[in-house]
């Protein structure tokens, strides 16, 4: 038997194999709306990347998890239920997460204000994306009001047009998701340690763009 004690740090490392790769960044996502909103359907797509079968689906009971693994990170998924008896765990799923995808079928300027309103209530940090589901079915301009709307009072809310049954407009809303979160770890990266004074320091103050 080898004795460990006696033996230099290179041979233990040709023994032990050391793994050096960083640990991939994980990011919360988390689907919010009413039920029969779509959001079942669009979570299956964005994992699977085609429409589901009917027998691929059903009612969300509490939450549905997926995840996405990218080469540098991980998106956690969460679907969650649309039916009021599971208004009590939804801030479970909204704290925390860094991207809030809000998914509404026809929906009026008071029931995006509500679902605002209480997303904002729980988490007042991460981004709320509109995702306008069953595109297939209505028309674009039945929602500019709407649009106009978030346009002037909430310009930081982008806003997407999907069917899931067309695919429509779903590569668009993940291209928009992995560039906020890979701003995010820009963003992390460009903030230092000053080892003098142990405050940190934010090198985008020092960039002119």
Known sequence: MTDVNN?????????????????????KIVLVGPTNAGKSTLAFYIKKGYKPNAN???NTVGSAYLFLEYPNKIINLWDTAGQER???????YIRGSEIVLLCLEN????????????IRNINDTAAIYLVLTKMDMYSRSMFEHLE????????????????????????SLMNKVEEHLDKIQTDVDCIIKDDSS??????SLFRCC
């Not at 599971?86 to 479970?92: E, G, K, M, R």
């Not at 929906?107 to 209480?118: A, G, L, R, S």
């Not at 106009?148 to 407009?169: A, K, L, Q, R, W």
């Open 86 to 92: 599971f208004n009590s765990i939804l801030p479970l």
């Open 7 to 27: 033996m230099d740090t290179t041979s233990i490392n040709s023994i032990v194999k050391i793994d050096n790769t960083p640990a991939k960044k994980q990011y």
């Open 56 to 58: 691929e689906v059903s």
């Open 148 to 171: 106009n709307y978030i346009m002037y009072n909430m310009d930081s809310t982008p806003v997407f047009y999907t069917s899931v049954y067309e695919g429509m407009g779903i590569s």
């Open 198 to 203: 142990g405050i940190a320091k934010d090198i």
């Open 107 to 118: 929906p009026t300027q008071v029931i995006f204000e509500k679902y605002v309103h209480m």
